[in-house]
C-alpha cells in the first residue's frame, strides 16, 4: 500500500512539474502533448503580432518599471509566483540571461502573482541573488494579457512591443533564448 501510494506521488510531482502551476484548464495541455486548440504543447506563436499592454509599476525595490521603456528591446515577460516549482526552476534562466545577454538586446522583466507582500517576494529573490526587474502583477494585468491560469507563463514581446510567443510551464533555458532571438531577427531581418 505504502509503495503503490510512492509511486502515485512520484506520477504526480512529475506530471506538476512538467506542466506548470494550473488554476484552471485554459492553457493545460491533452492527451499527445497538444494544447485544446491542437497547439505544440507549452509554446504558441502569435498568429498576428498581437500588442502588449503597456503598464507602469513600481518594482520590488521601488523603481519605476516602465513595459515602453524597453521598446527597441526583445522582453521576456515572465508571470510567476514564489510557491510555484516549475517558475523557481525557470528563475535561473531567467538570471543568466539578465546577466549575460543585455548586450544584445534581450530583456527580463518577471511579473509575481504571488498573494504574499512584496516583502515577502523580495526576501525571496535577495535569497536566490535574483537582480532582474520584478513587480507584482494584480488580477487586472493578468487579465490584460489573456487572464493567467497557468504559471510560468512566459511572453516573448518584440522590439515592436507586439507579444511573438507564449510559453507556458517551465522550459530549457536554450528555448527562451531561441524565442527571443527569433523575436529580434524577425524585426530586424537578420
Known amino acids: 500500500m505504502r509503495r503503490t501510494f510512492l509511486i502515485i506521488l512520484a506520477v504526480l510531482l512529475g506530471l506538476y512539474a512538467c506542466t506548470g502551476c494550473t488554476g484552471d484548464t485554459k492553457d493545460a495541455t491533452v492527451a499527445g502533448g497538444k494544447t485544446p486548440d491542437g497547439g505544440a504543447q507549452g509554446v504558441e506563436t502569435a498568429a498576428a503580432a498581437a500588442p502588449t499592454t503597456d503598464f507602469v509599476l513600481s518594482d520590488l525595490h521601488g523603481n519605476k518599471l516602465n513595459l515602453a521603456d524597453y521598446r527597441g528591446d526583445v522582453v521576456i515577460l515572465d508571470f510567476w509566483a514564489t510557491w510555484c516549482g516549475p517558475c523557481k526552476m525557470v528563475m535561473p534562466y531567467l538570471q543568466k540571461i539578465h546577466d549575460g545577454h543585455a548586450d544584445e538586446g534581450i530583456r527580463v522583466v518577471a511579473l509575481s502573482v504571488d498573494q504574499k507582500s512584496p516583502s515577502s517576494v523580495r526576501q525571496f529573490l535577495d535569497k536566490y541573488g535574483y537582480t532582474f526587474p520584478v513587480a507584482m502583477a494584480g488580477v487586472d494585468l493578468q487579465s490584460a494579457y489573456g487572464g493567467i491560469s497557468s504559471i510560468p507563463t512566459t511572453f516573448i514581446i518584440g522590439p515592436d512591443g507586439a507579444v511573438k510567443e507564449r510559453m507556458v510551464g517551465a522550459h530549457p533555458?536554450?528555448?527562451?533564448?531561441?524565442?527571443?532571438?527569433?523575436?529580434?531577427q524577425a524585426a530586424t531581418g537578420t
Request: glycine residues 0%.
Open 173 to 184: 533555458l536554450d528555448d527562451y533564448l531561441a524565442a527571443a532571438r527569433r523575436a529580434k
